[in-house]
């Protein structure tokens, strides 16, 4: 049974441009989750989708934006890209409707320069 | 009121000592409190959660304890491992049906042989 995966692992990008990261959940689970991690703190969540629609969003600005797909995978983009911006991109995938645990990517480790 | 605050930033114990973890929290209204333990270069995992239920809750040689008047939990490592140096992330969660994790900043543990 496979876990999450993202790709790519690294991505390098320059100021300005525009990114796109991936997700496939979990075998089983329909919502996703992405969260931005900074080096040296604690992962910020980003939204979430279930059923191919945003359900909750963090304080992120609109230059973030993502979609969920039939097969529940996922894609998150970031527009206009940020020095700031530079972090590890986590996805987490879960089971809407119920309290239980997210479990999370290795993330996709992106440099804006 | 969204912020969850963890201590020590960082924690070097001896191989069989005991490692202690703090968080607190201001929202009441946060009903799930996991904790993650985190490897360079990967995502976070979880290493177990409560519910303000119950006051303690161990698995293995992780346990949680639960202080829901203070509005403050803690994680204990018993018999510390060097396979336990990692970075640890307390959460919280409300029971709204679509999960959002707010995390703490982290502690580097490190556990010298």
């Known amino acids: 049974d496979a876990g999450v995966t993202q790709s790519p692992t690294h991505l390098i990008k320059t100021r300005g441009q525009q990114v796109t990261l991936r997700c496939s959940p979990k075998?089983?689970?329909?919502?996703v989750s992405w969260y931005q991690q900074a080096l040296g703190q604690g992962p910020q969540f980003i939204f979430q989708?279930?059923?191919?629609?945003?359900?909750q969003r963090g304080n992120f600005p609109d230059r973030f934006s993502g979609h969920q797909f039939p097969n529940y995978s996922s894609e998150l983009n970031v527009n206009a890209l940020l020095l700031g911006d530079s972090a590890l991109y986590l996805c987490?995938?879960?089971?809407?409707?119920?309290?239980?645990?997210?479990?999370f990517g290795p993330g996709t480790r992106l440099t804006v320069l | 009121q969204q912020q969850v605050k963890q201590s020590p930033q960082s924690l070097i114990v001896q191989k069989g000592g005991i490692s202690i973890i703090n968080c607190a929290y201001e929202?009441?209204?946060?009903?799930?409190f996991p904790w993650y333990q985190q490897f360079p270069g990967k995502g976070p995992a979880l290493l177990i959660a409560?519910?303000?239920?119950?006051s303690e809750k161990k698995e293995g040689r992780f346990t949680i304890s639960f202080n829901k008047s203070a509005k403050q939990f803690s994680l204990h490592i018993m018999d510390s491992q060097p396979g336990d140096s990692a970075t640890y992330f307390c959460?919280?969660?409300?029971?709204?049906?679509?999960?959002?994790?707010?995390f703490g900043t982290g502690t580097r543990l490190l556990v010298s042989p």
């Open positions: 075998s089983g689970h329909d919502t």
């Open positions: 959460a919280a969660a409300m029971n709204t049906g679509f999960q959002k994790l707010v």
């Open positions: 987490a995938s879960s089971l809407a409707g119920a309290i239980n645990e997210q479990f």
């Open positions: 989708y279930y059923e191919e629609e945003e359900r």
């Open positions: 929202n009441t209204a946060f009903d799930y």
């Open positions: 409560i519910r303000p239920d119950v």
